[in-house]
């Protein structure tokens, strides 16, 4: 009864074929005393899906005496020190027809969850999870979805889609390129010419002036080409 669940993050990177899954555990022992579970118990247990790869654990969970049990998931079996203990591991859940979905449990409540996704293009969807703002880690961007008041055995389940991108057809998007050069075209155009009836009468002066304007009007049409590419 001394050792609670304080707050689970789990970091997820994930691709087409996997999402590899780093989890911190930090658990809170209310007791001046450390724990240690007897031979054949443990003090917790961490489920991991049926189909994960176990890549190993952190320094800390190591000295905790973190290890896979029979079952399939992690047991602790101390000892823990008095006060704070984070808790590291790592697993692997492959991505079958394109389905992403992790459901998380616990054993004890937990006081605080995060999820943290690399975002690639994809939406999180989560019915238990609340939307918080995306945060910068190194380089890379990531989704924070977080939850409070976790119940004991209550499931979690984080789904990832990709993001739904929607092309616009290759002659719809010809049409519109060649109407905004046109128009800007004609927006460069009609200047130079009333420039060139004004300074008719400079010939030597308006053929350098028309020459470096009708460059400008080439450069625009270019740019505007390679930003329609």
Known sequence: GALRIARADYWIDHDDTAMRVTAEIVLDVDAPVRLLAPADASLIDFALPPDAEFLGVDGEAQAAGVAPDPDGGLSVRGPLPPGRSSLGFRYRVPVRDGAARLELSFERPVDLLNVLVADTGIVVDSPRLHKRR????????????????????????????????????RLASGLIGIALAAGAAAFLVLPLRRARTAEATRSERGVSVLASERENVYEALRDLEHDHE
């Open 134 to 169: 995306p945060f910068r880690q190194g380089t890379r961007i990531y989704l924070h979805r977080e939850a409070y008041q976790i119940g004991a055995r209550e499931p979690v389940v984080v789904e990832l889609e990709p993001f739904a991108r929607t092309e616009m057809p």
